[in-house]
């Protein structure tokens, strides 16, 4: 036994600050390669119409490619093979890609594409998904009998509940460089997946998994925005790459990003909820409808976890979900931290709290009266473990934001206070994990050992929370692991950087790893067995722990392996005059199993949070004529310091046997609550919200009830 | 165009129209500054000149000719910039790390005991989608005070 400081809990200094604060990090956009040319897309300017000519008169210099430049098939591989990555003769959305063009000077090609005419016949645009005619996916969760438990009823509560898009809004748009060579294609780029992109561009260039290599620069944030939009962006610049022979950057100013990438779909959620007298819930009957966009994309697994998550953290013997993914003809939604979660558990938390105002029950009382506890059984029927931890996130929030007391004080005053409780699973959802089968490994050096994982660092703290987690198995100081970058020539496939497994699901692997490697060491440290024998890799394949079932058929079992647990509060202040909101106070606690690096964990609840604050009050994607017309920062306005409410953070730690040291994913949960209990603040504050963003033009509309409930 | 950066004299040939933030990225090789929108709203491609926070997406690069630029690379040259970059690491102010070059260079005008109000006031052009700012004001204060409490919220 070494005698070796623990990093596991501890807030060891993150591998990549140094680098960070002195601008030494490379970006995609730092990077230069000798010829390199830079590309630009020709995207549709009409919603919907077919396409009856392009006319381009541009110099040789130019490179021009269209869909005939595709040596492979013609979509972005992702779930479904519907969108693709040029348009050929049918256009479904503004800013679908048309042509690609490379020029060697990048001045060259500012406003390149009023020398470039697209022509079109129009045809009539849908943007209401209740009146779409292609549904791209279906989910129905069925527990119990509805009729029954409405029947037992004593009140039966109805609502209507409204998200809008939401854009994730890294502050480093998206970019990638496509270095073409000996019938190979190697992509650099700003993503979270890397073997996303290495499996589209196989299929887009027709090319073997060794040909291909994708290798991720510093990435400046994704939240979604970068697992499967990159797919089409490195198919682009291979395809220009390609037909010209020289390396060929692409990287879109903020107005493209904004108008041509993924946001978070919009939602409409109907809610119809039996109870008893006394508060107890006796039926939830729940329809989710998502406005997927123009093309399939992930719309089918972000209703998965919406549906999921749609009854909330509550017990309830009689749930049924339907769930419905629709096309409309705008830019394709996709991936954003929560995936679905916040828009259904947004609905199910104003509900919740229109349910209170009804019934007359104070909001704390009928959340304890229905939250899940250890041994009940969520909507899928997934009997929950002792780390359930719904009632201790909800008590220790009421109890640190004194909710029961300031919910009195400021009755009837411009200050209101509200709160929301949630839950998230960690991992992919249902059998996913199993498909996906995960590997990780680990090779040890002549210090210590050297993590190879597909998972990307984002800005979460992926590399440092991994060799956190592996020196504390292995035993070794965390200075003595090292993080390989992640290149899809050295590193396995790991899955996907998203739905809040890169700590339990990865981190996992990579615990095991450290301890097959700590064992084959027999009593020897790393430096040691390294001078002896020499290196050696270890290698673990995600397997599901003993009794994880899922019936993908029935969409019933064990949607996650785990669940963390969040309870917020929020209080703020309506300006009377101006309607706009002020959120004074929010109290954060969550419940996240253990926090590997409790520093990076609060971190990534406090920016979460400051996200769903904004996705509440001021994120407005504006939509006029299937393009988002207010495409700037000017506009779009996330919150900037001045509007930074003071957050308290308080994270429980309830372990997850399964988890590595016990810990549960927590990424994206902190993006769930905050929107519902902005909503719920407004209510006590005498405004009937019901669709976010809550921009004083919708409380204006709402108006105000004179006398606001207790 | 002659320009000082770093306390390093620059000779530019360029278009004197050109943005300061691609000088200073093409022209010198400083890639530490970046851009995020390219129309002042974020923050991320902020320099001193002469000691003031500017958006170098919005400077055309003549103006800063005969001045001194100071850039990320060149931070730790102001008086309190390395504490600044040390305490972005230790206290969470750094995630994905883009929007903090911008933020540090926002912060490094400030007076050491700065109050919070005047920190957030001098940031408030400088934006981040990571952290939500109370990590960034940590750091910030740390950086600018000799004790600090190392609370988990403010």
Known sequence: VRDVPRAVGTNVRRKDGDAKVTGAAKYIDDLTFPGMLYGA??????????????????????????????????????????????????????????????????????????????????????????????????????????????????????????????????????????????????????????YYVHKALMVALNLPPDRVRVIQTETGGGFGGKEEYPSMLACHAAILAR????????????????????????????????LSRDGRLTAMDIDVIMDGGAYATLSAVVLSRGVI???????????????????????????????????????????????????????????????????????????LGKD?????????????????????????????????????????????????????????TASGARILVGSTEIGQGTRTMHAQIVADALGVPFEAIDVHEVDTGCVPDSGPTVASRTCMIVGKLLERCARDMRARLGGLTPAQYFRQHGSFTVTAQYEPPPGLQWDDERYAGDAYGSYAWSCNVVELEVDPVTLEVTPVQVTAVAEIGKAIHPMMAVGQIEGGTAQGIGYALTEEVVMKDGRMANAQLTNYIIPTPLDAAAIDVAILERPYVHGPFGAKGVGEMPIDGPAPAVINALRHCGFDVRSIPATPERLLAAGRRLKAEG | MKIVVNGRAHKITAHPMKRLLDVLREDC??????????????????????????????????????????????????PTGKALQNAFVEHGGAQCGICTPGMILAAAPLRRGASLHQIKTALAGNLCRCTGYPAIFRSVEAALHKKVKRGRSR
């Open chain 1, 309 to 383: 998550h749609a009854a909330g953290p509550y017990r309830c013997d009689h749930v049924r979900i339907r769930g419905r993914a629709m096309m409309t003809h705008t830019p394709p939604n996709g991936a954003f931290r929560g995936f679905g979660a916040p828009q259904t558990q947004f609905a199910v938390e104003a509900h919740m709290d229109r349910i209170a105002e009804q019934l007359g029950i104070d909001p704390v009382r009928l959340r304890e009266i229905n939250a899940l506890k250890p041994g009940d059984t969520t909507a899928t029927g997934q009997r």
């Open chain 1, 388 to 444: 359930a931890s719904a009632l201790p996130v909800l008590r220790e929030a009421v109890k640190r934001s004194a909710f029961r007391k300031k919910r009195r004080q400021l009755t009837g005053t411009n200050r209101g206070i509200g709160l929301s409780l949630f839950f998230h699973g960690s991992g992919f959802t249902g059998g996913g994990e199993v498909k996906l089968a995960s590997k990780a490994s680990l090779e040890l």
């Open chain 1, 41 to 194: 897309t020709i995207r549709s300017t009409i919603p919907r119409g077919r396409i009856s000519g392009r006319r381009v008169s541009l110099p040789p210099d130019f490179i021009v490619a269209d869909h005939r430049d595709i040596p492979g098939k013609n979509y972005v591989a992702l779930i479904e093979p519907d969108q693709p990555c040029l348009a050929v003769d049918e256009v479904r959305h503004v800013a679908e890609p048309i042509l690609l063009i490379a020029h060697a000077g990048k001045h060259a090609l500012i406003d390149i594409e009023r020398r470039i005419a697209i022509d079109y016949q129009a045809a009539t645009p849908n943007y209401d998904p209740e009146k779409s005619d292609l549904c791209f996916k279906e989910i129905s969760i069925d527990k119990g009998r509805i009729e029954l438990g409405l029947r037992n009823a004593d009140r039966v509560i109805d609502g209507e509940y409204r998200t809008g898009h939401q854009e994730q809004l890294y502050i480093e748009t998206n970019g990638v460089i496509a270095v073409p060579g000996d019938g190979r294609i190697t992509v650099y780029g700003s993503l979270q997946c890397p």
């Open chain 2, 29 to 78: 090789g400083l890639t530490g500054t970046k851009e995020g929108c390219g129309e002042g709203e974020c923050g991320a491609c902020t320099v001193l000149i002469d000691g003031v926070a500017v958006d170098s997406c919005l400077v055309p690069a003549v103006h800063a000719e005969g001045r001194q630029v100071i850039t990320i690379e060149g931070a730790a040259r102001t």
């Open chain 1, 243 to 274: 037909k010209a022979g020289r390396p060929v950057k692409m990287i879109y100013d903020r107005v493209e990003d904004l108008v041509a990438t993924t946001k978070r779909h919009p939602s409409i959620v109907r809610h119809r909820t039996g």
